[in-house]
């Protein structure tokens, strides 16, 4: 059972594109989304998160966007470099601060010059 | 960076091996994760902790076992390594604050 879909699995960005990453939840009691980004032989790393109280949030060239009656958030980059170019995985979990994360499936970014 | 640790790295052993994955955190989280993961696959929660002595097993079943018997450490053992449990482990520790979970770099084992 899939609590968390992601798509795309994978995706490839001209540098200066913006990249777009869609996740759908199906728990109402979920409540706090975060984005995680993974670079190859590393652990994942927090990169942004939301909470359900605010439909969007921008830190630097990372947007997250949410909509609660569609249960579906979604991640935007902003002038994609080669750099940006990684795994992310968005989340979802029941309560704020109890950290038990359910994963989505992960996309596959890949930004060409 | 973040003050949590794996090791090993990397393992590779013979199939009815016992093996322990150390992990290690400096940041007095009493939250604590492992994680299982494919290469550039999803990530399966396989047991956590939420203190000292207080193990759960996660969502998806896994053979091996672990303890909490200090805030820092949480280690997984495999009493009989079988070649289905060729993966990367992923170690992760929570901050009850922020509910930000971070990961160590991982054990990729590799059981023949």
């Known amino acids: 059972q899939q609590q968390v879909k992601q798509s795309p699995q994978s995706l490839i960005v001209q540098k200066g594109g913006i990249s777009i990453i869609n996740c759908a939840y199906e728990?109402?009691?979920?409540?706090?989304f975060p984005w995680y980004q993974q670079f190859p032989g590393k652990g994942p790393a927090l990169l942004i998160a939301?909470?359900?109280?605010?439909s969007e949030k921008k830190e630097g060239r990372f947007t997250i966007s949410f909509n609660k009656s569609a249960k579906q958030f979604s991640l935007h980059i902003m002038d994609s470099q080669p750099g940006d170019s990684a795994t992310y995985f968005c989340?979802?979990?029941?309560?704020?601060?109890?950290?038990?994360?359910?994963f989505g499936t992960g996309t596959r970014l890949q930004v060409t010059l | 960076e973040a003050d949590i640790y794996q090791t090993p790295r990397y393992l590779v052993i013979g199939t009815g091996k016992k093996i322990t994955l150390e992990c290690s955190q400096t940041?007095?989280?009493?939250?604590m994760y492992w994680y299982q993961q494919d290469p550039g696959m999803e990530l399966h929660l396989i047991h956590y902790?939420?203190?000292?002595?207080?193990?759960e097993k996660g969502d998806l079943s896994s053979e091996s076992t672990v303890s909490r018997i200090r805030t820092e450490h949480f280690p997984l053992t495999l009493e009989s390594a079988r070649p289905s449990h060729t993966s990367q482990y992923l170690c992760?520790?929570?901050?009850?604050?922020?509910?930000?979970?971070?990961f160590g770099e991982g054990s990729r084992l590799t059981v023949l």
């Open positions: 902790s939420y203190g000292v002595n207080s193990t």
């Open positions: 728990n109402t009691a979920f409540d706090y």
């Open positions: 940041m007095g989280h009493d939250k």
């Open positions: 939301i909470r359900p109280d605010v």
């Open positions: 992760a520790s929570g901050s009850t604050n922020t509910g930000e979970l971070f």
């Open positions: 989340a979802a979990s029941k309560a704020y601060g109890a950290s038990k994360l359910t």
